[in-house]
């Protein structure tokens, strides 16, 4: 399974960005999708997933309401669409996706991108 982050960068707080994950290798629309972050000096942590079918989503409260998380299950991509972003954003985000089809939200991750670092300034 390979996962490949984009759409990262530099953005003035209050902006948007949209990221997104192409993933290849197994059948997309079978497996739960997230996005983490890791921020500088800080662990990585949970923003969002999404259920094999888009039908449910996850947000850590920190997100909630600025962020959205969805999928194209036609083009094996997930998105996160960031929006009114704060300095405290500023990590490098990634994909991940579990090694089987299980529950939502599953209770591991096991396959991850590389990673796209995206800058909020103030």
């Known amino acids: 399974v390979q996962l490949q982050a984009s759409g990262g960068g530099l953005v003035q707080a209050g902006g948007s960005l949209r990221l997104s994950c192409a993933a290849s290798?197994?059948?997309?629309?079978?497996?739960?999708m997230g996005w983490f972050r890791r921020a500088p000096g800080k662990e990585r942590e949970f923003v969002a997933s999404?259920?094999?079918?888009?039908?449910?989503?996850d947000y850590v409260d920190s997100v909630k309401g600025r962020f959205t998380i969805s999928r194209d299950n036609a083009k094996n991509t997930v998105y996160l669409q960031m929006n009114s972003l704060k300095p405290e954003d500023t990590a490098v985000y990634y994909c991940?996706?579990?090694?089987?089809?299980?529950?939502?939200?599953?209770?591991?991750?096991?396959?991850w991108g590389q990673g796209t670092e995206v800058t909020v300034s103030s």
């Open positions: 290798g197994r059948i997309f629309s079978s497996y739960v």
């Open positions: 991940a996706t579990p090694k089987v089809s299980s529950r939502f939200p599953p209770p591991t991750y096991d396959y």
């Open positions: 999404i259920s094999w079918g888009g039908g449910s989503t």
